[in-house]
């Protein structure tokens, strides 16, 4: 596995950050979803799932945070994606209503989370830094659909 020191991921439900943060860096900034978060129960059998279904990739970070990488496609020693794709991470769930998230790459969350708003939808957590990466914040969409948006570091 490439070196994990250049990921962080948010866990909005208990406002705190945990490892897993990939640099979106490479491509020219288009709107599209970055990274994914899936929630589960017993994340070593939901893994299993995955792994057997999809062929991903997917092993569990070291030290105390309890955070699986989930890679759909290959990365480079720095963990920047080398192809087109999506990749993400996976966590225990930490309450039974807690879904998957998608991160949607954004040039400010200042003035997306405006945006957000202006359009009917909500911004449940407001903008938080990770450090060394860039900054993220949660938001609803007019139906109620938990997604996240974020801007790299610049």
Known sequence: MSNPL???????????????????????????IVHFDIPAEDVEKLASFYKRVFNWKIEKL??????????????????????????????????????????????????????IEDSGGRIIVPKQEVTGMGYLAMALDPEGNQFAIWENKK
């Open 62 to 115: 070291p030290g105390p945070v309890d955070y699986w990488l989930i890679e759909t496609v290959p990365t480079d020693s720095s963990g920047t994606l080398i192809e087109p794709g999506v990749n993400g991470g996976m966590m225990k769930k930490e309450n039974p209503e807690q879904r998957p998230t998608n991160y949607i790459l954004v040039e400010s969350v200042e003035e997306y989370a405006k945006r």
């Open 6 to 32: 250049p990921y962080y991921s948010y866990a909005a439900t208990s406002n705190r950050y945990i490892a897993n943060r990939p640099r979106f860096c490479r491509w020219k900034l288009h709107h599209t």
